[in-house]
């Protein structure tokens, strides 16, 4: 049960596009098409953001797109925006368990 | 509205047990599987352990295998996580989380806003 591997930090402007990328192994990302991804705030719990690799819950404004291949999963957020500030976490369904991703700070400059 | 309210939490001595419990609303509770996931003061999120609709199965992370137990009583509309041996490195909030879709392998949509568990002397 390996955490998944996210980078610790990414960075953007206003209006600019990032990508967090997630890597993990055959047993999880490679093997299922169930990860997801949170956003978590300060002192808020997580919110999904993206499942499935790449469906949007209701409300979730379509900035956010998820993708996979192989054993790598990533989140883009265009339109960078101010709120968009935030912890990412990954996850993925490992076949009676999950595995997060270590999480990465986004800072909108 | 759909929301889960965990409640239990509290400081504890190495060792020692607590009981968690999730009481949710707005949905029909026996439908769907559920999970905790922890969070480590200023670390990530590590999913726990999950649990099937009617109780049947159940799911632990390798980190509380054999010290921590979850369960549910679907009559009672509630989740509980059982604690026991308590270490320092369980010391966290703790989630309850229920899936997009009633199947297990699905994301978590829903959180609660989670309880506190400190295990110190």
């Known amino acids: 049960q390996s955490a998944l591997t996210q980078p610790r930090s990414v960075s953007g402007s206003p209006g600019q596009s990032v990508t967090i990328s997630c890597t993990g192994s055959s047993s999880d990302v490679a093997a299922y098409n169930h990860v997801s991804w949170y956003q978590q705030h300060p002192g808020k719990a997580p919110k999904l953001m993206i499942y499935?690799?790449?469906k949007r819950p209701s409300g979730v404004p379509d900035r956010f797109s998820g993708s996979k291949s192989g054993n790598t999963a990533s989140l883009t957020i265009s339109g960078l925006q101010a709120e968009d500030e935030a912890d990412y976490y990954c996850?993925?369904?490992?076949?009676?368990?999950?595995?997060f991703g270590g999480g990465t700070k986004l800072t909108v400059l | 509205e759909v929301q889960l309210l965990e409640s239990g939490g509290g400081l504890v001595q190495p060792g020692g047990s607590l009981r968690l419990s999730c009481a949710p609303s707005g949905f029909t509770f026996s439908n769907y599987a559920m999970s905790w996931v922890r969070q480590a003061p200023g670390k990530g999120l590590e999913w726990v352990s999950a649990i099937t609709g009617g109780g049947g199965g159940t799911y632990y992370a390798d980190s509380v295998k054999g010290r921590f137990t979850i369960s549910r009583d679907n009559s009672k509309n509630t989740l509980y996580l059982q604690l026991n041996s308590l270490r320092a490195e369980d010391t966290a909030i703790y989630y309850c989380a229920r899936p997009v879709v009633p199947a297990a392998m699905s994301a978590f949509d829903i959180w609660g806003q989670g309880t506190m568990v400190t295990v110190s002397s």
């Open positions: 996850c993925s369904y490992a076949g009676s368990f999950w595995v």
């Open positions: 499935d690799v790449n």
